[in-house]
């Protein structure tokens, strides 16, 4: 092994994805030499940010906590769309649905009025008429945030990527964390490969952030969980981006979320809740080798949006990292106080990735933050 501690770096950030790219641009931003390694090279397949679009909504149906953040993000989304030149976001507008007595539209309503959000509340046969391509039952209740909409998430990864790359940071792809180690005050990233020396380290390793802190004298209760969307023909018209939103339905008993045509990709479904417990190292990436994969969404889309019951364009599968409350964790190792950890997105974190990586840079280089993130703290969990 070549000894690489003499290469200091005033940050080492595990994981390069969503948080970790955005981490990555803000604190070479700042000026700090940082350093990212990950064990793909993204933006990639095989973590949680693929599958080309995520909704972005204001008015949060988990938590009134979360509109600044929200906010925040949309804010840094439209500055990174600028710095770069490239196209990150469409205005498609966000309707958020729920069956009579949905707390998730409730909380919705109440994050609206208590940070005065422009929110247009309709009734089921107001949608059904507005867009026929859907067929919502009698007693639903919708929300529409037209500021809303859908961040390319691919593209978000590789503005940040190249933009950060250009500001002096480093990163190492394919390469896998074994083991971190206090050193002085700083940390030891032990890899495959190499050992890397830093004077903080941030851990946002997706499923991975787990394993990775195996060892630390820290066990957080992460589970990863394989989740499936898949696109199906429509009707073109209907459910354009021009004038169909992205969607989340509350059914009480199943969530669900999709998004509108863009430029013929067809419509995008997939299911929030439910999924399977797995090893992120050990399962089946196959779409369609579960029946769920696609009857799941399939059936879905018979009964509320019919006319987008075409044959399956595609279908590819991704991974949720939950908390038990699906609450984020953005907090510093308990025993190691230079490692930051953010991690435990449960499926509702990448509108949030511009705000984190903000928040990142402010811990690494102020040590602490000016937003309230006292609810992803890691000590709900003692």
């Known amino acids: 092994m070549r000894d690489r501690l003499m290469d200091h770096y005033d940050v080492i950030i595990v994981g390069a994805g969503s948080m970790g790219m955005a981490a990555g641009y803000y604190l070479s931003k700042l000026g700090k030499r940082t350093l990212l390694l990950d064990s793909n090279d993204p933006p990639h397949s095989l973590g949680s940010h693929h599958g080309d679009t995520r ?12 509109v600044p953040l929200a906010l925040r993000a949309q804010a840094l989304w439209r500055e990174l769309e600028q710095e ?20 998730f539209i409730e909380e919705v309503v109440k994050s609206a009025k208590e940070f005065s959000l422009p929110l247009e509340i309709l009734s ?21 945030e037209k500021n809303s909409g859908v961040l390319f998430s691919e593209e978000c990864i590789r503005a940040y990527r190249r933009l950060g790359l250009a500001n002096g940071m480093t ?31 941030v851990v946002c390793s997706g499923a991975w952030t787990g ?12 589970q990863p969980t394989r989740k499936t969307v898949s696109w199906f023909e429509c009707d073109d018209f209907l459910y354009d981006s021009s004038r169909f939103p992205a969607f989340t ?47 799941e969404a399939r059936n879905f889309i018979k009964k509320y949006l019919p006319k987008a019951n075409g044959p399956l364009i595609k279908g590819k599968t991704c991974l949720y990292t939950l908390t038990p409350d699906e609450h984020f964790i953005i907090d ?51």
């Open 55 to 66: 909704i972005i909504r204001h008015a949060y149906g988990e938590g009134r906590k979360y």
């Open 84 to 103: 770069s030149g490239m196209d990150l976001f469409s205005p498609t507008g966000v309707l958020c649905v729920g069956a009579e007595g949905s707390l």
């Open 124 to 144: 089921s046969d107001e949608i059904n008429v507005r867009w026929p391509g859907f067929n919502l039952p009698e007693g639903s209740v919708g929300c529409l």
């Open 171 to 201: 990163l190492v792809p394919f390469t896998k964390v074994e083991k971190i180690e206090k050193f002085g005050e700083g940390a030891i990233v032990q890899t495959n490969s190499e050992q890397y020396v830093a004077d903080y380290v």
């Open 211 to 222: 394993k990775i802190l195996e060892g630390t004298g820290l066990d957080i209760p992460l």
């Open 249 to 295: 339905i509350d059914l009480l008993d199943e969530h669900y979320y999709g998004f509108p045509n863009i430029n013929g990709s067809g419509l995008k479904i997939g299911r929030h809740d439910g999924g399977e417990k797995v090893d992120p190292d050990f399962f089946n990436r196959e779409y369609g080798v579960n029946s769920s994969d696609e009857d």
């Open 332 to 382: 510093r190792h308990p025993i190691l106080s230079n490692v930051i950890i953010a991690a435990g997105f449960s499926g509702h974190g990448f509108k949030f990735a511009s705000v984190i990586g903000e928040i990142i840079g402010n811990l690494v280089t102020e040590g602490k933050t000016n937003y309230d993130i006292s609810m992803f703290s890691l000590h709900r969990f003692s």
